[in-house]
């Protein structure tokens, strides 16, 4: 499922601006069905434009019936009546989806024999200083196990002891959920800490939710400002 809202507080209407002949939220759903990966691959927004795009173009989109605050929950009310156990999370604003990155995620559930995963989603290193201490790059810590502990906008570990090597990941905002797991999530309350960090993955942690982190390599680059889009078209038809 695909999240589309129109606006955008950095780049109003980025989802329909046009990328080497169609608008990007088209090419995002074109890319999601390239990877072969999905029974099934629908576009959910509030928007009639980016609706009409989809639907002139023979996709399958939903249009939310409720105001949401953040992707899941457009994600869960579409997904109330649909029948799948696993539901994968593709962001509008991504053109260039990396197919690698999503098997990883999907083949976490294939190996959770015992069903214990509610959610898997990716991180990636990130050594730059600046990375670490921007805000806007959230930040995940994990067990043993690569299960999370712990999202932050703060440096998350905090190095106290400079003699122990410390390795931050950042966190990449895309999701595959059991669909039970997300329905808690769209049925339950926003959460203190989730509140406090303005980080959704937050809640499923304060609900005892599972997190799987899967490490990749290379995070997909979204499109957040017209200089992303130059970007992303030369980089289209580069591929051309």
Do not use: W
């Not at 410390?166 to 808690?184: E, I, M, P, Q």
């Not at 800490?193 to 979204?222: F, H, Q």
């Amino acid at each position: 499922m695909i999240p589309a809202r129109y606006q955008a507080s950095r780049f109003p209407g980025k989802l329909m601006k046009d990328l080497s002949g169609k608008p990007v939220i088209l090419r995002t759903y074109e890319a999601a069905l390239q990877t072969e990966l999905f029974d099934e691959v629908y576009v959910v927004t509030d928007s009639d434009i980016i609706y009409n795009t989809i639907d002139e173009a023979g996709g399958k989109v939903m249009k939310s019936q409720k105001e949401h605050e953040c992707g899941s929950d457009r994600l869960a009310e579409a997904s109330e009546n649909i029948h799948a156990d696993i539901i994968v999370n593709v962001q509008g604003d991504e053109p260039f989806i990396d197919t690698e990155s999503l098997k990883r995620l999907i083949d976490v559930f294939h190996k959770d024999d015992n069903q214990s995963i509610d959610v898997a989603s990716p991180m990636v290193k990130i050594t730059n200083e600046e990375d670490i201490q921007n805000p806007n790059n959230v930040k995940v810590i994990t067990n043993l196990q690569n299960d999370a502990l712990y999202f932050s906008r703060s440096p998350i570990p905090f190095r106290r002891n400079k003699r122990t090597e410390v390795t931050h990941f950042k966190h990449v905002g895309v999701y595959a959920f059991r669909k039970k797991a997300l329905l808690d999530f769209y049925n339950g309350p926003i959460t203190p800490l989730e509140s406090s960090e303005k980080i959704e993955a937050i809640r499923y942690l304060e609900m005892g939710k599972t997190i799987k982190m899967v490490e990749i390599d290379n995070p997909v680059i979204g499109i957040d400002t017209e200089e992303d889009l130059i970007k992303a078209i030369e980089q289209f038809n580069d591929l051309q």
